[in-house]
């Protein structure tokens, strides 16, 4: 073989090596495209997970508080009802 083609043979190889790694790197950056967008999906239905548990949240304290004013309404009636001084 002469200096020639061997060099070139050199040549084809770096070549072969570059493309290897060209398809290499470009099915790593699919994948990681691939793994952002399933994150982002992720992100996004916690987010709407989030929400719903915030206004579930709303509502269960507005409800708590209805059921406080309702009993505290009930005891104010039930002291009406009772002699303010009880002495057997």
Not at 30 to 56: F, G, P, V, Y
Request: charged share 45%; aromatic share 2%; with cysteine.
């Amino acid at each position: 073989m002469s200096d020639t083609e061997e060099q070139l043979q050199k040549l084809e190889d770096r070549v072969l090596k570059a493309f290897e790694l060209i398809k290499q790197y470009q099915a790593e950056k699919l994948s990681l495209r691939q793994e952002i967008e399933r994150l982002k999906a992720d992100c996004r239905e916690n987010n709407q997970e989030t929400e719903a548990r915030e206004r579930e949240l709303v509502a269960l304290r507005r409800e708590r508080e209805d059921v406080r004013m309702r009993v505290e309404k009930l005891l104010e009636r039930l002291d009406a009802l009772t002699p303010a001084d009880v002495s057997g």
